[in-house]
C-alpha cells in the first residue's frame, strides 16, 4: 500500500539523514542537542513549541519539517482548530507563499492525526528532522 505524503516524505529522508549523521556525526549531534534542550517544558509548553515550529515550517517552505511537527503535534493532541489557528498567523505573516505551504501543514497535521500514535514522541529521541 502506498504512504500517504507526508509519511512518504520522511521516508524519503531517512537514508539521507543517516548517512549525513555518519558523514558529519558531531554537527548532528550538535543540532539534535539544540533540538532536544529548545523543545522541553519550560515557560512554553511543547504543543506550543510544536505549533511554532509548524508555523515556520510553513514560512520555510520545508516538507520534512513540516512532517515532522506536523507528526509531533498529532501525536501531543493538538486540535485541528489549534493547527488551523496557526497557520492562519502564519500565512498572515508569510503572505501569498502561506497559503501554499498553510495547506500542506494541515494535511500534514491530519495524516498523522488520522493515523498518529497514540504515544508522544519520546523524550530522548528527537523527533525526525530535515
Known amino acids: 500500500m502506498a504512504q ?7 521516508a524519503d529522508l531517512r537514508e539521507p539523514y543517516h548517512a549525513l549523521t ?62 488551523a489557528e496557526m497557520i492562519g498567523v502564519a500565512i498572515t505573516m508569510n503572505g501569498g507563499p502561506g497559503l501554499v505551504w498553510g495547506p500542506r501543514a494541515l494535511e500534514a497535521f491530519l495524516e498523522y492525526r488520522d493515523g498518529a500514535s497514540a504515544a508522544p514522541p519520546a523524550a530522548t529521541a528527537p523527533p525526525t528532522k530535515a
Not at 4 to 10: D, I, K, L, M
Not at 57 to 82: K, Q, Y
Open 22 to 83: 555518519k558523514a558529519i556525526p558531531d554537527v548532528m549531534a550538535g543540532y539534535g542537542a539544540m533540538h532536544d534542550a529548545a523543545f522541553v517544558e519550560g515557560a512554553l509548553d511543547i504543543k506550543t513549541k510544536e505549533l511554532i515550529a509548524l508555523s515556520i515550517a510553513v514560512t520555510r517552505e520545508c516538507d520534512g519539517c513540516i512532517a515532522a511537527h506536523g507528526r509531533n503535534l498529532a501525536r501531543l493532541g493538538a486540535t485541528t482548530e489549534e493547527v
Open 4 to 10: 500517504a505524503h507526508f509519511h512518504q516524505v520522511q
